[in-house]
């Protein structure tokens, strides 16, 4: 069964700090990788996308990586903000189940002011 | 642009009863979908539609039903609900940019939380 794992479930940083959230998947063989972000009782808002043929992509404070012979991605969070605080969701496209995406079950950042 | 919306917010149902959720795109997509979260278990698809008229199973189908009657609507059905279909429901659309799922970004409503009792 193709699955997403995203540990730790949890991580609290002070303001400032620069951190990394990991998402892991079990198939290699995948279209695309999302990360979303989630606000409390809020729907998702996605953050970036990068293709299977992509190392990473960029936007502002966010980087996110993609390792596919690792099945491992990364998202980097830059100077991280209060405002920064919400749940982060990665989602991987399957080859063969290319618009069923697999979330792994996130991420709760909290970032301290 | 309202992007994607649902109806109802919230919902509070006894067990055997049946309610419709509507989901309502005006991005003119071709692709929905209707997800469940649970807690501790991310997203999961229910169904999804590539289009008007058609309809497919993701991977959590039973007990649920749609229909794609509009391009822009996209309605789950609970026809006999069961507090093991209490969760919150997000539907989602997307569109093709010409390369397939590779630039499929998809956009959440602002879900639905349904009680079960």
Same mark, same amino acid.
């Given at each position: 069964?193709?699955?997403?794992?995203?540990?730790?479930?949890?991580?609290?940083?002070?303001?400032?700090?620069?951190?990394?959230?990991?998402?892991?998947?079990?198939?290699?063989?995948?279209?695309?990788?999302?990360?979303?972000?989630?606000?409390?009782?809020?729907?998702?808002? =996605?953050? #970036?996308? @990068?293709?299977? *043929? +992509?190392?990473?992509?960029?936007?502002?404070? $966010?980087? /996110?990586?993609?390792?596919?012979?690792?099945?491992? =991605?990364? #998202?980097? @969070?830059?100077? *991280? +903000?209060?405002?920064?605080?919400?749940?982060? $969701?990665? /989602?991987?496209?399957?080859?063969?189940?290319?618009?069923?995406?697999?979330?792994?079950?996130?991420? +709760?950042?909290?970032?301290?002011? | 642009?309202?992007?994607?919306?649902?109806?109802?917010?919230?919902?509070?149902?006894?067990?055997?009863?049946?309610?419709?959720?509507?989901?309502?795109?005006?991005?003119?997509?071709?692709?929905?979908?209707?997800?469940?979260?649970?807690?501790?278990?991310?997203?999961?698809?229910?169904?999804?539609?590539?289009?008007?008229?058609?309809?497919?199973?993701?991977?959590?189908?039973?007990?649920?039903?749609?229909?794609?009657?509009?391009?822009?609507?996209?309605?789950?059905?609970?026809?006999?609900?069961?507090?093991?279909?209490?969760?919150?429901?997000?539907?989602?659309?997307?569109?093709?940019?010409?390369?397939?799922?590779?630039?499929?970004?998809?956009?959440?409503?602002?879900?639905?939380?349904?009680?079960?009792?």
């Amino acid at each position: 069964k193709q699955e997403v794992t995203q540990i730790p479930a949890a991580l609290s940083v002070p303001e400032g700090e620069n951190l990394v959230l990991n998402c892991s998947f079990t198939d290699s063989a995948i279209y695309n990788l999302q990360w979303f972000r989630q606000d409390p009782g809020k729907g998702l808002t =996605s953050l #970036l996308l @990068i293709q299977s *043929s +992509q190392r990473e992509q960029t936007s502002g404070r $966010l980087n /996110a990586s993609l390792d596919k012979s690792s099945g491992r =991605s990364t #998202l980097y @969070i830059a100077a *991280s +903000q209060p405002g920064d605080s919400a749940t982060y $969701l990665c /989602a991987v496209g399957f080859s063969g189940s290319a618009r069923q995406l697999t979330f792994g079950s996130g991420t +709760q950042l909290t970032v301290l002011p | 642009n309202a992007g994607v919306t649902q109806t109802p917010k919230f919902r509070v149902l006894k067990t055997g009863q049946s309610m419709t959720l509507l989901c309502a795109q005006d991005m003119n997509h071709e692709y929905m979908y209707w997800y469940r979260q649970d807690p501790g278990m991310g997203l999961r698809l229910i169904h999804y539609s590539v289009g008007e008229g058609t309809t497919a199973k993701g991977e959590v189908p039973d007990g649920y039903n749609v229909s794609r009657l509009k391009k822009q609507n996209f309605l789950l059905g609970l026809e006999s609900a069961a507090p093991s279909q209490t969760s919150v429901y997000f539907c989602a659309s997307s569109y093709s940019v010409g390369q397939g799922a590779l630039q499929e970004t998809q956009y959440f409503g602002p879900g639905t939380r349904l009680l079960v009792l």
